[in-house]
């Protein structure tokens, strides 16, 4: 009997310390994974906080990026746009230069200007220097409707009938007025009668602008006359020269403007047609008809 209760303790005992070992293994691997899981989480977390740190370092970036941008940019937007680049001309529809010379005019000119912001169009004024006296705001309400300004000399004389000095002051005085209203160097030339020779073109350092439809409005004085001219001539390209210091070609001018536009065509200045006609205009051709290519 004593050997079997001995066996039977040895047995208890020996099953006690299984499963303390086993206990024992459940507990430390349950602490290891525990442990394990821990770490991980910590990791995890520490992760996340990486995440976290590089994602405020990068907003910080990306805010210096973005307010880099603009001055990366500045320059671009900054840099004066191709002479007579206009994104609201449209280079595959139909257009024509109005042109006004020897002006302004403080009685006829501001009636033009009016009819052209009504129906957002634009010319070119070939300004005679000594009318810009005393008109400056007219100029300058011009300028600022997107209309052009141009040299047509300071006392409208036949350049190829005047000595060299007198040449030049001609040609810089009118520039130097208009420069001064505009802040802009003048970009073209319309020389009075369309007169110029080889020596009056080493003179001028701007694009020469003659025309394609003379409406002799000067010479009829009559609007409907000036009408006609129009309407019976006018074709993609033309330049169109008229006069604002007379009542007859505004009055005629105010009609055509809308006429014109009914017709498709898109009055532009002077340095918008050569640009889209002919990828700008430069010095020494003296430009007449630009139609499409
Ligand atoms: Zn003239």
């Known amino acids: 009997m004593k050997k079997r209760l001995v066996i039977l303790l040895i047995a208890i005992l020996v099953a006690l310390s299984v499963e303390g070992v086993v206990l024992y293994r459940i507990y430390h691997v349950n602490e290891k994974e525990q442990k394990k899981t821990s770490t991980e989480i910590k990791n995890n977390e520490e992760t996340t906080e990486q995440i976290?740190?590089?994602t405020t370092e990068e907003e910080p970036t990306t805010e210096e990026e973005t307010t880099a941008e603009p001055e990366t940019q500045a320059p671009e937007t900054q840099a004066p746009a191709q002479q007579g680049e206009n994104p609201n001309i449209d280079p595959t529809k139909p257009m024509i230069a109005l042109t006004?010379?020897?002006?302004?005019?403080a009685k006829t000119t501001p009636i033009l200007l009016d009819a052209l912001e009504q129906y957002d169009a634009h010319a070119t004024f070939f300004c005679v220097?000594?009318?810009i006296d005393g008109n400056e705001d007219i100029v300058r309400r011009a300028y600022q409707g997107?209309?052009?300004i141009a040299n047509h000399t300071m006392t409208h004389v036949q350049l190829t009938k005047v000595d060299p000095a007198t040449l030049e002051n001609e040609i810089i005085g009118t520039e130097n007025k208009i420069k001064?209203?505009?802040?802009?160097q003048v970009v073209t030339i319309r020389p009075p009668y369309g007169s110029v020779n080889d020596e009056v073109m080493q003179y001028i350092h701007t694009p020469v602008i003659l025309w394609s439809l003379d409406t002799l409005d000067w010479k009829t004085r009559n609007v409907q006359s000036n009408i006609e001219s129009v309407q019976q001539n006018v074709s993609d390209g033309d330049i169109i020269l008229m006069h604002d210091i007379h009542p007859e070609s505004v009055e005629a001018a105010v009609q055509l403007i809308p006429w014109l536009q009914q017709q498709g065509y898109q009055l532009v200045t002077i340095s918008e047609l050569g640009?889209?006609?002919?990828?700008?205009l430069t010095e020494g051709p003296r430009y007449g008809y630009l139609p499409p290519n």
């Open 52 to 54: 976290l740190e590089e």
């Open 100 to 105: 006004f010379d020897d002006g302004p005019s």
């Open 129 to 131: 220097g000594q009318n």
């Open 146 to 148: 997107g209309n052009e």
């Open 180 to 184: 001064a209203i505009t802040n802009q």
């Open 275 to 280: 640009y889209y006609r002919r990828g700008g």
